[in-house]
């Protein structure tokens, strides 16, 4: 069973490694062959266990693993038809001795079919089905050898399951309760409307912070059910660029011809579809820095050829061969010009650290200039819907402004207080605000673990290789 185009235990096994397990250890009971088949998938290293008495329980598919994790001080132990998104098991991974990841606030369904967990001070008094506790596990562990001797005592009085082994085990070791994150997510599948659910907890967690308004409301509720519908066909996400970039030239070139509702009908297709590259690549691990890069210059080159095509919608009559040259030199120029200025540009990003986007830059991004436009030149109105375009681009560098100030004042300002440092010994003067330590605050967007919000240069998007699937993956 797939999810999102992946299977089930594969998905699995990639959530393990992105939470940081480097060896995976999977059991396989019932059509054992190609459950292993489907989880070596994932690539790496897989190693498979076949549970001779899968059909007892849950501990007793654990058990048959016992061999394979001999000298391992701990291990991360979840169940393969739970899909969990990319924030919920870092924590539980570093819990750093026998832990169980709990839904404090579950929904009624997984309330009433989960097995309930009651928690005194942190810690796990106890499992089961018919607890008054509000609270479940999800089925995601960390657990240690001593939980295969916990499992040889239940047996003997004929408990088989992962609870009673994990109950047992909690008698003499303290195993502590790791609350779900609030931004994380997770969904046991066991029937088809389980699936449907996963489904849709998984498509919503493929938008991204930097969204715009239009994106939000508009373009991420189609183009995250155009990438799951098309999921399953495992189409490049390269080929997915290439296609929206076609689909926004033929607006650029609808509109050199005056076809107003043509040209702006398509120029918001190719605002919705411009999701589906980084929506895939996200939803199946294939993310590159190439890919970004290729999205990027792409979307660069429609921009500049939708601007060329309202252009020539103003000229008076152009020629057919004088539209398509005019096209073909933006379509050629534009993204090189934009590699060339790339990096300067950057000093106009907004850090995610300032908290909510002002307002004028949120105007800026792509998707609302884009449906600006579109929305516009259905009325037959060229002038109107260029100038409100351009109004809406250039307010924003203008709101970026003091962004652009700050960062270029803290990068003048450290090499100056460092030679400024190295000065002072030798009693040279130097002014008592070169001496001080600069304030505290958040670092410049392009260190490590502070992407910026790329709605000037990339307009909104992030670069796929920085977004981690937002719950698929971390970065």
């Not at 924590?91 to 001795?97: E, I, P, Q």
């Amino acid at each position: 069973m797939q999810l999102g185009g992946i299977p089930l235990v594969e998905r699995a096994v990639r959530t393990l490694r992105d939470a940081g397990i480097d060896r995976v250890v999977v059991v396989v009971g019932y059509q054992g062959d190609q459950v292993a088949a489907a989880a070596r998938l994932a690539g790496g290293a897989v190693n498979v266990v076949h549970a001779e008495r899968w059909e007892d329980g849950n501990a007793a598919s654990l058990a048959a693993a016992e061999p394979l994790l001999a000298g391992e001080p701990s291990f991360l132990l979840v169940c393969g038809d739970h899909a969990f998104s990319s924030t919920s098991l870092p924590a539980l991974a570093d819990a750093g001795g026998p832990a169980v990841l709990v839904d404090q606030s579950p929904t009624p369904d997984a309330w009433s079919e989960g097995t309930r967990v009651s928690i005194e001070d942190g810690r796990v008094s106890g499992f089961g089905k018919s607890l008054p506790d509000p609270a479940i596990d999800c089925g995601a562990f960390v657990l240690d050898a001593r939980v295969f001797a916990a499992y040889r005592l239940t047996s003997a009085g004929g408990d088989h399951s992962l609870a009673g082994a994990v109950t047992r085990l909690g008698v003499s070791v303290p195993i502590r309760a790791v609350p779900l994150p609030p931004d994380a997510w997770w969904q046991d599948i066991d029937t088809p409307d389980d699936l449907c659910l996963a489904r849709t907890r998984l498509r919503q967690s493929l938008a991204k912070r930097s969204d715009g308004p239009v994106s939000r409301w508009l373009n991420r509720p189609i183009s995250t059910r155009i990438s799951m519908a098309i999921s399953p066909a495992r189409i490049p996400p390269g080929a997915l660029s290439l296609f929206t970039a076609l689909v926004g030239l033929w607006a650029a070139w609808s509109l050199s011809a005056s076809r107003a509702v043509v040209g702006g009908i398509f120029v918001q297709a190719a605002s919705v579809l411009d999701g589906l590259d980084g929506e895939t690549a996200r939803l199946q691990w294939r993310t590159s820095k190439r890919g970004a890069l290729l999205d990027d210059l792409l979307d660069r080159m429609v921009d500049a050829a939708i601007v060329a095509g309202m252009g020539l919608w103003l000229w008076d009559d152009p020629s057919r061969l004088f539209r398509t040259l005019i096209l073909a030199m933006t379509v050629a120029a534009w993204p090189l010009i934009h590699l060339a200025v790339r990096k300067p540009f950057q000093v106009f990003e907004v850090p995610h650290t300032t908290g909510r986007r002002p307002l004028l830059v949120i105007l800026g991004s792509r998707d609302v200039r884009l449906a600006l436009l579109a929305a516009i030149s259905l009325f037959d109105q060229p002038w109107l819907a260029l100038a409100a375009g351009t109004a809406a681009y250039c307010l924003s560098v203008l709101r970026r402004v003091p962004f652009m100030l700050a960062r270029l004042r803290r990068g003048v300002a450290r090499p100056v207080r460092a030679l400024a440092v190295r000065l002072h010994p030798l009693g040279l003067f130097v002014p008592s605000f070169l001496r001080r330590r600069p304030p505290m605050g958040p670092p410049a967007p392009h260190q490590v673990g502070q992407a910026a919000d790329r709605d000037l240069g990339e307009v909104g998007e992030e670069p796929e290789h920085q977004h981690g699937g937002d719950g698929l993956r971390s970065p």
